[in-house]
């Protein structure tokens, strides 16, 4: 059974600073990329960044673009989301998932798309 774990979040003031960490942990697990969503209260699931796990490309929403910086650690099998000058309207919890099957372009960065996702994890912006 593959599980992802994320931790890293918290409360923070309007502009600082959040590191999250997805943990991945089964057996065999495949997959092509990794992403990052979050989802606010009453609002649906939105892409915020993604890696290809193989070659390390990396693909950010607009509204993250040089703030947010997406890595992984292959040998710890371990995603992260560096988040800087975070804004309160960027409360939310933040999910890692992941997409076993290539897929190029922002269309592919969907929630119906993804295999796996983790429990997430709670990130507070208070202004």
């Known amino acids: 059974q593959v599980q992802l774990v994320e931790s890293g979040g918290g409360l923070v003031q309007t502009g600082g600073s959040l590191r999250l960490s997805c943990a991945a942990s089964g057996p065999t697990f495949s997959r092509d990329s990794m992403l990052w969503f979050r989802q606010a209260p009453g609002k649906d699931h939105e892409f915020l960044s993604a890696i290809r796990w193989n070659n390390g490309n990396t693909y950010y929403a607009e509204s993250v673009k040089g703030r947010f910086t997406i890595s992984r650690d292959n040998a710890k099998n371990t995603l992260y989301l560096q988040m800087n000058s975070l804004k309160p309207e960027e409360t939310a919890v933040y999910y890692c998932?992941?997409?076993?099957?290539?897929?190029?372009?922002?269309?592919?960065?969907?929630?119906?798309?993804?295999?796996?996702w983790g429990q997430g994890t709670q990130v507070t912006v208070s202004s």
């Open positions: 998932a992941a997409d076993r099957d290539y897929c190029l372009g922002f269309g592919c960065y969907v929630r119906s798309r993804m295999d796996y």
